[in-house]
């Protein structure tokens, strides 16, 4: 049977999906690292993914009986576990979301194409969100949630590069070099990721450090400050619902684990701590950092990361005390010039919009000749209809520059080389209809321009007439055009 999506054969991408994978799945198991299971539930989902996404990979695009097997297996280990472990333990949706788990690795058995590659993509969102989503998540889970975007960006450019080499390599009909595959991927990858983080910054947020939508699902990974994670839920251990050894809820929402301690198995808190899901924002304090790194049952590197970013927050800080405290003066200096001079400031602004307007006024005008198109109407007021010209050849003269002025307003400007009939060749392929007058207006010109004897009143006047009749021949013309 053709397979109605292309075939996945690229390494990268299914290291990619193994990570995607991975990392949601620890986002959910980190939610319990208080317990201490965290590093052997870690390696537990590192070693299913990677078995079965390594059996997909092995499978070169097509689905075998080596696959199918694997899937069948993995289907059953995750029914037994699932009702072995999973429901004891967490209780349901948490329950549920480690059977969501164990069916995509059982899917990633048969994952040889880019719509089940997507899938897989898509169940890993979906991990992550109920993670991100939970009273417990908080900013420290940043460590495994922004490499799982990296992740989930590098698997979807791998494909994506990987397929469209393909093509050409069909096209091309060679073998064609895949050495560049590397460096394209990780540089598409680092420009998606730069371009994210460019509209983040750039967006209007409630204050930096939130990282939520107001009409979202609340949770507490969104506040950078103090959280209502793990031993920052407000209430005491030994006390219900405070995930330390108290006494279990009753309403069926959690289990005991094998020491009598509660594992919550819901994403939302019983009543005392919906207060504590929407606290105030900020980035968190020294304080708040070193707590969290002594948090029991953290990664001993990332609780050594922690500190050490502690540190360098407050060495750094220290440092630049001084030029934050002379960076704040220069503010104020700022703020109170402006205060005491910001009449002037807006009037400065309002002459400079008036001037720029004024420029831009001018070269719209000298970009459409509207000088030339006016002093070619005066040209008619006072020759055409006032009749206010010289006598003898000068009033001959000034109907052959005003025709010239004319001429120039309508795109048909003479030539600083060609003569009177050169350019009347040039006016007559234009305006065919004016051709007698335009050439008894050229000869009127000429015999003044050349002639011997002045020209006559009865000759100025004719002169007249052909120039009247050449604007309104042209003004037919336009509002022809005009029409059309």
Avoid at 319 to 330: N, V
Wanted: aromatic share 10%; hydrophobic share 45%; proline share 4%.
């Amino acid at each position: 049977m053709k397979q109605l999506s292309p075939p996945l054969t690229y390494r990268p991408a299914y290291v990619g999906l193994f990570a995607s994978l991975f990392l949601a799945a620890v986002c959910n198991t980190f939610l319990d690292i208080q317990y201490g299971g965290f590093a052997f539930e870690s390696l537990f989902w590192a070693v299913v993914f990677g078995l079965t996404v390594r059996v997909a990979w092995r499978q070169q695009g097509e689905v075998a009986a080596t696959g199918r097997k694997a899937q069948k297996t993995v289907l059953i280990a995750g029914a037994l576990m699932s009702v072995l472990i999973f429901i004891p333990m967490w209780g349901f949706p948490r329950a549920g979301l480690a059977m969501l788990a164990m069916l995509q690795a059982a899917q990633n058995c048969v994952t040889v194409n880019r719509r089940t590659l997507h899938m897989g993509l898509l169940v890993s969102a979906v991990m992550v969100m109920f993670a991100a989503s939970h009273y417990r998540a908080d900013w420290t889970m940043l460590f495994y949630l922004v490499p799982y975007l990296v992740a989930v960006v590098f698997t979807l450019v791998a494909e994506q590069i990987s397929r469209r080499a393909q093509e050409l390599r069909r096209e091309s009909l060679g073998e064609g070099a895949t050495s560049g595959q590397g460096t394209a991927i990780v540089a598409a990858t680092t420009a998606i990721l730069l371009g994210g983080v460019l509209l983040y910054g750039i967006t209007p947020q409630v204050t930096w450090p939130y990282l939520f939508w107001k009409h979202g699902q609340p949770g507490s990974l969104g506040f950078l400050g103090k959280t209502p994670g793990a031993g920052q839920t407000g209430r005491q251990p030994g006390e219900p619902g405070s995930g330390g050894s108290g006494r279990p809820q009753q309403d069926g929402s959690g289990q005991q684990d094998g020491t009598g301690s509660e594992r919550d198995g819901g994403g939302v808190p019983d009543a005392g701590e919906g207060e504590a899901i929407l606290p105030k924002g900020g980035w968190p304090s020294l304080q708040e950092m070193r707590e969290a790194a002594r948090r029991n049952g953290m990664p001993q590197w990332q609780s050594a990361t922690i500190l050490r970013l502690a540190d360098a927050v407050e060495t750094i800080g220290v440092a630049l005390a001084p030029i934050k405290l002379g960076l704040d003066e220069l503010m104020n200096d700022i703020r109170e010039w402006l205060k005491a001079h910001w009449q002037a400031i807006i009037r400065s602004l309002m002459s400079l919009i008036v001037l720029a307007l004024l420029i831009a006024t001018w070269l719209l005008l000298r970009e459409a000749r509207a000088g030339l198109w006016l002093r070619s109407r005066l040209d008619y007021l006072q020759l055409g209809l006032l009749s206010l010209h010289a006598r003898g050849n000068a009033g001959a003269f000034q109907y052959y520059r005003a025709l010239l002025r004319l001429m120039d307003a309508q795109g048909l400007s003479r030539p600083a080389t060609a003569n009177t009939r050169e350019y009347l060749v040039q006016i007559n392929r234009r305006y065919e209809h004016l051709r007698r007058e335009m050439i008894e207006m050229t000869f009127h010109f000429e015999r003044a321009r050349y002639g011997d004897r002045e020209t006559t009143a009865t000759e100025l006047a004719r002169m007249r007439t052909l120039y009247r009749n050449i604007f309104g021949g042209l003004d037919i013309i336009r509002a022809s055009l005009q029409l059309r």
